[in-house]
Structure formats: C-alpha cells, structure tokens
C-alpha cells in the first residue's frame, strides 16, 4: 500500500482514536494535501527524536498507523490543524521523497488471535482498574468512565486507554507495536495496578502528614492554653 507518510513529534495515533494535530512543516502539509485529493489515507508514525526538524528513515520508528484525514484546516500564520482518526496498524517498508511530499510503502499488520473468554477477563479487568484509578484523579471525566465501561473490543479498549495514561512516548510506540493482543492487555493491566498501588501510598503519607499536622496543631493550642493560665 503506498501513502503520504507524515512524521510526529511527541504523538503516537492508535486505532479507533481521533486526534487533533498541528502541521508545520512543508513536506508534512504537502502529504496531507495529497491525501485529501485521493481517498483521505495518511501514514502517521511517530519521529524517535522530536528536535530532528528534517528525519530520515532511520529516525523514524517502523510501526504507525494509517489514519483518515476527518478536517484540515489552513490556520492564519501558514500552518495546518488536522483532525485524523487511526484506522489500522502498520509497518513502513520503504519511503522516498515525490513531488515535494514524502511516499511510504507500508503492511498493515493484524493482531494475534485471543481466546474469548480471556479477551472478555482482560476487558473487565482493566475497566475496573481504570474506574477505581478515576477515583483519585480529578482529570478523568465521568463521561470518560461511562464511555471506557461502554467499549466491547479488548484491542479497541486498550488504543482508547492510552490515551488517559501517563505513559511515555516510547511506552505508547511499544504498545502500538506489540501484535499481540495478550501482550498489550498485560502490559497496561500491570501499568494500571502499579498506579492504583501508588496513589494508595501517596493517600497513607497524606494522611499520615495530616494527622501529624492535627497533632502539631493541637499540642500548639495546648501550649498556648498553658501558657495563658499561668
């Protein structure tokens, strides 16, 4: 499958998840142009060096995705805003440069084939974790719960997960390359039980830290009581 490639800074796209970027750079805009004349498909992968203004392939990872170009819009100052969803995973296997805009070769890479009844335990499993993590973070939504809890598919659940994660960029490109699916349900069902222990940890010190506080403060005002009766 050829396709206008479009290199990323800071940003990994997952299937089933629609993502607003910025677009700078004229050989990225020129991608994106070409994509909206043909049928919309664009190969979004992530840059393994953010500051590298002009990459090469070897300063590409190998595994993205192929994205729909939903809305481009031109901005005042020169550059694009554009609206892509991920549609599958995918592996660049050659790119060169054509008519001002850079062409990639890719494979759409399928995953691993999951025995049901452990799709449906890992699907449960980390709708609960995440739930009981929402909990103590004021940055998940509750219609963010509402909509995790509604999600069927393992592999479609676990690309929208990421995205409410603290993962690191390369932790979300190792996710995006692992084809399969018991591996990528595992490493998240671990990330969110490693969270869930240490918000637990930060509650014990707050209170510890709150009671030793009350403590101060009572053993203050008992002082100063003393201290006005003598």
């Known amino acids: 499958m050829q396709l206008p490639l479009v290199p990323l800074r800071d940003v990994v796209i997952f299937p089933g998840v629609v993502t607003s970027l910025f677009v700078g750079r004229d050989k990225s805009i020129k991608s994106l142009q070409t994509a909206m004349e043909s049928d919309k498909s664009v190969m979004l992968v992530a840059q393994k060096n953010s500051s590298q203004e002009n990459p090469k392939v070897k300063d590409l990872y190998e595994v993205g995705s192929v994205s729909t170009i939903l809305q481009l819009i031109k901005l005042p100052d020169g550059t694009y805003k554009v609206l892509v969803e991920g549609i599958k995973r995918a592996k660049i296997l050659s790119v060169a440069e054509n ?25 449960n499993t980390l709708q609960t974790q995440f739930k009981e993590l929402s909990k103590t973070s004021s940055k998940i939504r509750p219609e963010v719960i509402t909509q995790i809890r509604a999600i069927e598919r393992l592999e479609k659940l676990i690309d929208n997960l990421v995205g409410y994660l603290s993962l690191q960029i390369s932790d979300r490109q190792k996710l995006l390359e692992e084809i399969n699916l018991e591996e990528r349900a595992k490493y998240l069902v671990s990330f969110l039980e490693n969270q869930l222990d240490l918000t637990q940890m930060e509650k014990k010190i707050r209170d510890r830290v709150k009671k030793q506080m009350e403590k101060s403060q009572k053993d203050y005002y008992l002082s100063e009581q003393m201290k006005a009766l003598k």
């Open 99 to 123: 008519n001002g805009y850079i062409e990639s070769e890719v494979e759409v890479l399928e995953d691993y084939e999951l025995d049901d009844d452990l799709k449906s335990s890992y699907l």
